[in-house]
């Protein structure tokens, strides 16, 4: 179980730094000032989760399973903070799309180390 749990961060952490470099380029190329602000803050929510899931993977190999369960939920929130950002707002749908499974990608995270803790594995 232990490299299954490895493996889904470290899908969930290469997840998160493409979209990070996704939302860098929209920021860069938009030219509607209230939409660049918008992709301005999840820029800065998606380093705060890419850190967190960091954070949760390191916990996850040393065995601090309750660790990297916050973390993961840490990176979870930030990510629903960039989709709040953009809800309503005219994004590609490509955009609504990763920001969703990323998001999933955490859950699963944080669901795996809670399946550690609980002994049941």
């Not at 380029?25 to 989760?49: A, D, F, I, P």
């Not at 809670?114 to 049941?120: A, M, T």
């Amino acid at each position: 179980m232990q490299g299954l749990v490895n493996m889904v961060y470290q899908q969930t952490e290469r997840l998160g730094y493409k979209n990070l470099e996704m939302i860098k380029g929209l920021e860069r190329t938009e030219n509607y000032s209230k939409l660049k602000k918008y992709y301005r803050s999840c820029v800065k929510e998606y380093e705060l989760s890419n850190k967190a899931i960091e954070e949760a993977k390191g916990f996850a190999s040393s065995k601090a399973y309750r660790s990297a369960s916050e973390a993961a939920s840490r990176a979870f929130g930030s990510v629903f903070v960039c989709e709040a950002y953009l809800e309503g707002s005219k994004t590609p749908d490509y955009v609504k799309t990763r920001n969703y499974w990323f998001g999933r990608m955490c859950d699963i995270d944080k669901i795996f180390t809670d399946l550690l803790i609980s002994d049941k594995f």
